[in-house]
């Protein structure tokens, strides 16, 4: 046992010393927990901070995205696409580099290119690739065959229009050429078509309308083999009416200027209606004969005539040869700018038709 040093009597007392603090374990258990929580409170905060900046620094989607529907003007108006004012859908956004319209000829559909009206520091200016929609009617880039269409000034405004009898005409197909005038064969794959109209487009790009007139039409561009034409008007016209002239005898498409005779492989022609556009190529060559289908000029070797006997009387015509009334009987049919026939020998004679829209055609006959 160990024994403290007595007191010695004179000394000054020393200070009694306090046992060490004892910490009670509730109040650590606290202040451990506040810690914890001063901790997580900094974490979260932090984290906070981070997404509130993120949300205020990220690109925003632009108001006008590829998909949507938006207007034609110059400044475009969005619209919800069944909205009748949205003409245009939004093929695409590229940078808005001058000029701008040649980076939107990527996207095969669009037909415009403007800039967006909105532009924002997280959206710069971009170009908005336009494409026309259906409720777009005037854009020939939204038609399709079969659509009805005005067009006015050889193609300058091309309106879509409901078919009906005032419809003139029906879109066959559509192309896409690289220049106007069109010279690398408009319209060619499609064989029924009659008419061609070129509009330049976006970048420069060259929208092509193969068209073909409606019934309710009387273009002589929509005739067919038999059909017939006003003399006067040279437009079709139902084959007994007064002042019916001519009849089709061949229509065909080409891609040069015809030269004569336009109609080589027609006998008797007598008139020939050359049309063409002044934004294509395409030429349509209508060859016409006498609307009579009778004429001597259709004769060929075999074939019956009557009036042959009537002296000062109008030309023979052909007749089925069980008409007792046939008098005559074709010989010879000669084609070519020399054609003609013998010098006549006793009653015989001959229909000479010299070279013009024709080759030249010569029918000879003899009487019964």
């Known amino acids: 046992m160990t024994h403290s040093a007595p007191f010695q009597h004179g000394e000054p007392m020393p200070a009694p010393t306090a046992p060490p603090f004892a910490e ?37 989607p632009p108001a006008m995205a590829v998909g949507d529907c938006v207007s034609g003007a110059d400044v475009p108006v969005e619209y919800g696409c069944d909205d009748e004012r949205a003409t245009y ?26 800039l967006d009206p909105q532009p924002a520091e997280s959206n710069p200016a971009a170009a908005l690739c336009l494409s026309p929609t259906r409720a777009n009617t005037t854009d020939p880039g939204a038609l399709l065959a079969g659509d009805c269409v005005d067009v006015k000034k050889g193609g300058e405004t091309i309106v879509r229009i409901t078919c009906g009898e005032s419809a003139a005409l029906a879109v066959v197909a559509i192309e ?30 060259v929208i092509v309308v193969c068209a073909r007139p409606t019934a309710a039409s009387t273009s002589m561009t929509g005739s067919e083999v038999g059909d017939c034409a006003a003399a006067t008007t040279m437009a ?57 289908p009778q004429h001597l000029g259709y004769g060929k ?29 074709v010989t010879e049919v000669r084609r070519g700018a020399d054609a003609e026939c013998p010098r006549p020998v006793g009653a015989s004679g001959g229909f000479t038709l010299k070279p013009g829209a024709g080759a030249g055609l010569a029918v000879c006959y003899v009487p019964l």
């Open 236 to 292: 079709l016209a139902p084959c007994d009416q007064p002042g019916v002239r001519h009849r089709v005898l061949s229509v065909r498409t080409q891609h040069v200027e015809p030269m004569a005779p336009q109609c080589p492989d027609d006998g008797n022609v007598n008139a020939v209606v050359v049309h063409a556009g002044s934004t294509t190529d395409l030429r349509v060559v209508v060859c016409l004969g006498p609307a009579n």
């Open 176 to 205: 896409t050429h690289a220049k106007v005038p069109v010279t690398d064969r408009a319209c060619e794959a499609h064989a029924t078509t009659r008419d061609a109209f070129a509009q330049v487009s976006l970048g420069g790009r």
């Open 301 to 329: 070797p075999g074939d019956c005539l009557i009036g042959f006997g009537a002296a000062g009387g109008p030309a023979p015509e052909l007749v089925d040869c069980a008409d007792p009334a046939a008098d005559a009987t």
């Open 89 to 114: 859908r939004i093929a695409g956004r590229e940078s808005a580099q001058w000029p701008f319209g040649v980076l939107c000829t990527k996207y095969a559909d669009a037909t415009r290119a403007v």
């Open 24 to 60: 009670s374990p509730t109040v650590g258990s606290l202040r451990k927990r506040w810690a914890l929580w001063v901790v997580l409170v900094a974490v979260v905060a932090g984290v906070a901070a981070g997404v509130a900046g993120y949300v205020l620094t990220r690109t925003q």
